[in-house]
Every structure is written in C-alpha cells, then in structure tokens.
C-alpha cells in the first residue's frame, strides 16, 4: 500500500517553487508585467495625464468611410467576425468593432449585417448591435434577422456568406477576426461584386489573402488596438501603449538570445531560464 | 446589474482558468473542468438559437416568395432530417454516416477547391508593379510558387533549395515571428481588458469604463 | 495591350481549368526532388527503435484531406514497414478519424496484416483538445475510454502499452494539422513537457508560419504542403495522390505566373 502512495507521489507533477504549476512561471510573469503596464497608463489616462498616441491606421479609418459608402448608396453594410467562437481573442477584438460599426450603421440609418459561424457570438452581437441602436436612440430600426447566425460548419458557412453577398449585395464588407482558408473565398467573392473590403485577422496564414483582395488589410495586432482606436478613449489607448512596453521587453530579451546564441551557441540557459 | 453580473462572471471565470494554468493546487484540483463543461453546454444551448434564428429567416423568405425560396426549404428539410436522422442513429448510424460521406464531404472539398481559382484571380490582380515594396512582393510570389513546384527544379536546379532554405526559411521565418509575438502580446492584452473590466464591448457596453 | 489588365476572370479560370484537365490525361512526367526538411522527417520516423509505439493524429477535415491524407497514407505505410505499433485519433476534429477509416483498415489490416487492437488501434475523435490532452498525460485510456467503434478501450491489449502519454511509452506523434486545434497545441500540451518528437503533416498555407516551430526545433520534421507530400511518397516508394498531382501543381504555377506576367504588361504599357 505504501508503495502504490509513494510511486503515486513520485508520478505527479512536481509543484514548481511550490506553487506553480511545472513551465507556467514566465508565462505567469508575463501576464503580471503586462497587467501592471496596463494599469499603470490606465490610471494615466483616468488621472487625464498624457497618454501616447497610436499611429494612423489606414484600415480603421476607412471604416466610417466605408459605412459612408453604404449609406450613400443605400445597400447594407456587411460584418464577417471571423469562424471561431468567443473564446478566442480575434473574436474578442472584433467585438469591440462590431459594437462601433452597429452604433455607425444605427446613427446613419444604413442596414447592417452581421454574418457569424459561432452560435455564441451569434448571441453575444445580437445583442452588442442591439444595444447600440438602442443607445443611439433607434430600437425600432433594429431588425434581429440581420443578425444570422449561418452554419457552424466552415465551407457551408462560407457558401451562404457568398449567397447574401450575391442577394444583398452591400456596399461594404468588414471582415475582423479569426479567419482561415474561407478568408479568400470571401475576400474575392467581395472583390467581384465590388464592395469596399476592409479585412482584419492576426491567423497569419491568411494575411496575405487579404493584403491581395482587400482594399484595406489589417495586419496582426492592428486588431487588437481596434477597439480603443476607434473608440479613441485615452483609458483603451493606454492598454496598447502597455502592449508596446511589453514588446520592448521582448526586443531585449530576443537581442540577449542573439548574442548568447552567437556567442556561447551550445549555451541553454537563456532556453532553460525562460522554459520555467 | 444587467452589465455588472456579466462583467462579474466574466472576472471570476477568468481568474479561475488562470489559477488553473499556473498555479499547482488549480490543476491537481482541477478547478478549470467544470468551466470548460458549461462552456460546451452553453456553446449547445447558443447553437439551439442559432437554429431557431435559420428557421425564422428561412421560414420568412419562404412565406414572402422571396428569389430563391425553394432554396430556403431544402436547407431546412437538410436542417432539420439530418438533426433528427442523427439523434435517431448517433453518428456512426449507416445512413448518417453515408450522407455525412458521399454528400457533405465532397461539398466541403469542392468550396476548398474554389481557393486555388481565386488566389488565381486574386494574384494576376493584386501583383503588379506599383511600387518598389509590390514589386518585392511580387518576385517573392512568382519564386515562392515555382520553387514549390517541380517545374521550379526542371527551369534551375537549386531553385526549390533558394526557396526553403532562403526564402522561406530566414526570410519569412522572421517576418512571421515578429508578426505572431505582435499578435500574441496583443491577444494577451486584449483578454487583460476584458478580465479588468475595462472592455465592455462583448456584454453590449461602450467599450470602456 | 491595356487590355491585359482586365481579362474578365472567367476567362483565368476556363483556361486554368482547361489546363488542369489536359495535364491529367497527358501527365508532365517531371521529377520530384527531396528537400532537406522531408528527408529529415523520413528518416526521423523511420529511425524510431524497433517496436516503437508512435501516435498518428488527423487533425483536418474534409477541406484539407486533399493534401492531408496523401501524408497519412504515406505515414501509414512508412510505420507499418517498420513494424511500429499505430495509435490513431484526435480530439475536436470529428471528421478526421472518419475520413481515414478506410485507409487505415485497407493498409494496416488487409495490407500488412496489423491486428485491431493488439498492433494498432483507433481512438476516434474526442472532444475538447485541452481537457483531452491534460487528462492523457496522467490516463490515456481514462481519457479515450472508447475507441472509434464505440467499444471500451480498455479491453485491447495495446492499450496496455500506452498507459499515459509519455516519452517512455510514445516514441513519437505524427499530427497532420490544418487549424486550431493543430499541432501547435500538439506542441503546447504533449511534447514540449514530454520531450516526445513531434512530427507534422502541413496544408501548404500554414507552412510559412509553422516554419520558425521548425527552425527552433520545436518541431522534429515537417511534411510541407502537397509538395511536400509528393517527395514523402517518394522517399517511401509509394505512387499516391500527391506524386500524381504534381505535374498539375508546376502547370498552375506557370500559369498563375504567365496571369501575372500579363497584367503586368497591360500595367506598365497603360496609357497615363
């Protein structure tokens, strides 16, 4: 009997430093020193003390610009936020960008469709859109069937995606989250019936797609700085200031890594230390 | 309390996941488990809206005579046969299985397949020499795609070794990891703003606090 | 010649289609060279000790099988060969496991003579990745608890063999990956903190960005795209889908090369 407990004790994992969890204490202190970051310019910005600003970003811009379009013309505005569920931060960020775009299509009175793969984010923008008409003032202009959610299914999502292109045919499609192999079918799709695209996604695979059929792409963490651009609040600006910060820790430690690599190439320390 | 209880779920939840990941006790206790559970649940429950939302919009499109509403009828009957058909037979019955097969993967194949036509079309619009950085894009997209390919080794022998061992392997390999660090510190601090309560946009808010 | 700029598209794909179709029946014939990267995954897997227990993971659906299942076909035949005992499944990619089925009994029982559940054994498709793969760490067949006919799992003997996930038990994975969940969770989860050698199968989109997990040695090999595939199949000596559809692959590439070309020139010769 003691000898099944202690080959037991021997087979778990041991704690690291007692507490964590064994290759999990960097990962921890990354997402203590960014949360300090942000914290630190978050209170910055609530105390109305200077925050930097973030560079212009074409793509973003062109949003007010595209639902203009639409407006002009009087054909709907189209939002594709990607095919996975809400747990994953591409789907996240591109609420942030469905809850401005919905506020703009409600205060222009422009038709806004938004087109989801994931039951969950299907509820989750049925009711962001839903409240930003409510907010704007416009409750009755709000129509739930504009809200669809397709197929969970990638490939027969992306066929009734090309449908409502074909029949709705709007003036602007905004493609924000995390896309893969449907993000050309719809880049090009969009392309063809002439629409102004503006696609966003961080899936690197998929970047080139939409740098090659879109009129504007946003690359990589562009995304992730959408809501608080958009939003332009000094408190959102200061959390992507606080992601810039972390990456100049990481600048750093790849300009260490570098060196020891070129210097002491059988070295694993730098490997080791941060595999902890 | 509409938005507060949200946001509080939302905290809670998060600090449970990340007690579970780093911390020791979260993990031999387990505590992460019966979130992913209700995650799965609730993803179920969503996906019961999702369908009464197909069935409205469908069931409207059939009543109006809108263009093309006998297509809205054959996705409900394939909606709603193939649900029944599975809960009858689970999926490895015979007939849900031959469907699943011979109807639905071929479909699946044939609308990946369009990709190759359009990256087609997509290339001969999109690579022209417009300035020096399209022109640069351009060369990287004509090497990359004969080097890929054996007619690349049939013009130059050492074409297919440029490619990867180059191109692929130095050149894009570092563009590629500055782009992913970029997107994963961004990930990270987009799921921060959420846990701190200071991005409201997914519980319908203005976005800040 | 301003009219190079805009041929209508249907025109791109009628001829495009009409080449592919013409390459078929009248095939190029052009050799395949081996990479370095391929040649160090064959030889990976092939110099695995004998009686080695390595598991094979599908993790695609019917989307990516056209380049995917020649690298499983090719991988079966390669462990099969060698003798090694076969775990096959995923978790979160239902479709996988049932789009491989008829391979895997056509070349490991019919082929080889493998016997289910003493030489080789299909767990199916479970769901969620993460609670999947931290529960087969400690219990394996905890973590199964069926196979892909619905049977416990426990009652074959080559679950004895593996009876958690560990470099002590599993010589190797083979992930054939074309999304999330992929290899890179694989990776996250299983072989970083096990050290068991984690070979991938690649759909040609996400090579690319796989390529610093190779570069870094994350990743113990690399099976790249459908070309990569086809030098596979050689190194085997197996004729398969991906060998065959290499000539279609260098006439599209020409011909892509060929639209470029001539948009180019309607381009730079447009009037201003």
């Avoid at chain 2, 387990?30 to 019961?48: E, M, T, V, Y």
């Avoid at chain 3, 029946?25 to 030889?43: A, E, I, M, R, W």
């Avoid at chain 3, 610093?212 to 050689?234: K, L, N």
Wanted: hydrophobic share 50%.
């Amino acid at each position: 009997m003691l000898m099944l407990l202690a080959q037991e004790a021997a087979e778990q994992p041991k704690p690291y430093l007692g507490v964590f969890s064994q290759g999990s204490l960097v990962d921890f202190l990354v997402v203590v020193i960014l949360g300090i970051f942000i914290w630190v310019l978050v209170s910055r910005a609530r105390t109305g003390r200077k925050i930097p600003e973030i560079k212009k970003i074409a793509g973003l811009e062109a949003i007010d610009e595209a639902i203009g379009r639409a407006t002009e013309m009087g054909r709907p505005v189209t939002f594709v936020p990607g095919i996975m569920g809400v747990d994953d931060p591409m789907t996240l960020a591109a609420f942030g960008v469905v809850s401005h775009v919905s506020r703009q299509c409600a205060r222009y009175d422009t038709r806004f469709l938004a087109l989801e793969c994931d039951p969950l984010a299907y509820a989750v923008i049925e009711e962001i859109t839903r409240q930003a008409y409510l907010e704007e003032g416009r409750p009755d202009a709000f129509n739930p069937d504009d809200i669809r959610f397709l197929s969970g299914e990638q490939f027969a999502y992306t066929g009734a995606v090309i449908d409502i292109f074909e029949h709705e045919r709007p003036a602007a499609n905004i493609m924000f989250g995390h896309f893969y192999a449907e993000a050309m079918i719809l880049a090009e799709t969009g392309s063809f019936q002439g629409m102004i695209q503006i696609g966003g996604t961080a899936e690197t695979a998929q970047l080139p797609f939409f740098v090659a059929a879109c009129d504007f792409a946003l690359i990589g963490e562009e995304i992730y700085a959408a809501s608080a651009y958009l939003s332009k609040e000094p408190v959102l600006y200061g959390t992507v200031v606080g992601q810039d910060w972390m990456k100049a820790i990481i600048w750093v430690l790849i300009l260490a890594g570098s060196i020891v690599a070129t210097v002491a190439p059988k070295s694993t320390f730098l490997a080791d230390l941060l595999a902890k | 309390m509409r938005k507060e209880g949200p946001m509080i779920l939302t905290v809670l939840s998060a600090l449970v996941v990340l007690f579970n990941n780093y911390f020791f006790l979260g993990q031999k206790w387990g505590l992460a488990d019966p979130l992913n559970n209700w995650f799965q649940l609730s993803w179920g429950i969503a996906l019961a809206l999702g369908f009464i939302n197909l069935t409205s919009i469908h069931w409207k499109y059939v009543q109006r005579r809108r263009e093309g509403w006998f297509y809205s009828i054959v996705i409900m009957v394939c909606m709603y046969g193939y649900l029944i058909l599975g809960l009858e037979q689970t999926h490895n019955g015979p007939q849900f299985d031959w469907i699943y097969q011979n109807i639905f993967t071929p479909l699946m194949s044939t609308i990946f397949a369009l990709v190759a036509f359009f990256i087609t079309s997509a290339a001969y619009r999109a690579f022209r020499v417009r300035t020096k950085e399209a022109t640069v894009l351009l060369l990287c997209a004509l090497f990359v795609m004969l080097g890929r390919a054996p007619i690349g080794d049939a013009i130059w022998g050492g074409w297919s070794k440029f490619v990867s061992n180059w191109l692929m392997g130095v050149v894009n390999m570092a563009g590629y990891r500055g782009i992913q660090l970029g997107a994963a510190i961004g990930g990270f601090a987009t799921a921060l703003r959420i846990m701190l309560g200071l991005e409201r946009a997914h519980i319908g808010g203005t976005g800040t606090q | 010649m301003e009219r190079l700029m805009k041929i209508d598209r249907r025109i791109l794909y009628l001829v495009a289609v009409v080449v592919l179709v013409l390459v078929l029946f009248f095939p190029l014939g052009l050799p395949v060279k081996v990479s370095d990267l391929t040649q160090k995954t064959y030889n990976g897997i092939q110099n695995l000790p004998d009686g080695s227990l390595v598991i094979i993971s599908p993790m695609y659906d019917a989307g990516s099988q056209g380049e995917l299942m020649p690298m499983f076909v090719a991988m079966l035949y390669q462990c099969a060969e060698r003798h090694y005992k076969i775990v096959i499944g995923n978790a979160q990619w239902a479709m996988g496991p049932q789009l491989c089925h008829p391979y895997v009994e056509k070349i490991l029982k019919e082929q080889y003579g493998y016997q289910y559940g003493v030489d080789y054994i299909e767990f199916g498709s479970k769901p969620q990745f993460t609670v999947w793969a931290n529960s087969a760490l400690s219990d394996f067949p905890g973590a199964c608890l069926t196979d892909y006919n619905n049977q416990p799992i426990n009652q074959f003997p080559i679950i004895k063999s593996i009876p958690k996930i560990s470099k002590e038990y599993v010589a190797a994975t083979l992930v054939l990956d074309c999304g999330t969940p992929g290899a890179r969770d694989w990776l996250a989860y299983v072989n970083q903190g096990t050290g068991i050698p984690l070979y991938v199968g690649e759909i040609q989109m996400s090579v690319p960005e796989m390529m610093p997990y190779v570069a870094s040695g994350q990743y113990a090999g690399m099976i790249a795209g459908s070309r990569g595939a086809a030098e596979y199949e050689s190194l085997i000596g197996h004729t398969g889908k991906a060998l065959k559809s290499q000539d279609v692959m260098s006439v599209i590439a020409l011909l892509v090369a060929l639209y470029i070309v001539l948009g180019n020139i309607g381009y730079l010769t447009r009037k201003k």
